[in-house]
């Protein structure tokens, strides 16, 4: 069974609510939006509920939903830069990549992973003209 976490992007400040000591005190409702405990200002305009995959890249970090990757496919060995998704309907984790062409690479057809940074601080990985 695969560990059960969060982390959360704080929008206005434009970082990661990593440590609630001395800082915001968070809490989450039922539709999983997050709140500023204290004095209940946030919600999805505010902030944004990053889920843990349950895994981790070779270097040993812990993937999150939205993180960008290098990724290496298990029977072609071609590489791929591509942003954690999760589907609902399917119910699974896979790399979104969106350039050169659009495709989905789900992780047990990874042969290795490597995050490189995510859509939150380092959007400009995955722009392309």
Do not use: A
Not at 47 to 61: A, P, Q, S
Not at 88 to 104: A, M, S
């Amino acid at each position: 069974m695969r560990e059960i976490k969060f982390k959360v992007w704080d929008k206005e400040n434009k970082k990661f609510i990593t440590s609630v000591q001395g800082k915001v005190h968070i809490g989450i409702d039922l539709n999983g939006n997050v709140y500023n405990l204290q004095d209940g200002s946030g919600g999805k305009e505010r902030y944004e509920l990053i889920e843990f995959t349950g895994l981790k890249d070779k270097n040993g970090k812990e993937i999150y939903e939205g993180d960008i990757c290098n990724t290496r496919h298990h029977t072609n060995n071609f590489y791929y830069t591509g942003i954690i998704e999760y589907s609902g309907p399917n119910g699974q984790w896979f790399i979104h990549q969106k350039y050169p062409y659009e495709f989905d690479l789900r992780f047990e057809e990874i042969k290795e992973i490597e995050i490189i940074g995510n859509i939150y601080e380092n959007p400009e990985l995955i722009s392309h003209s």
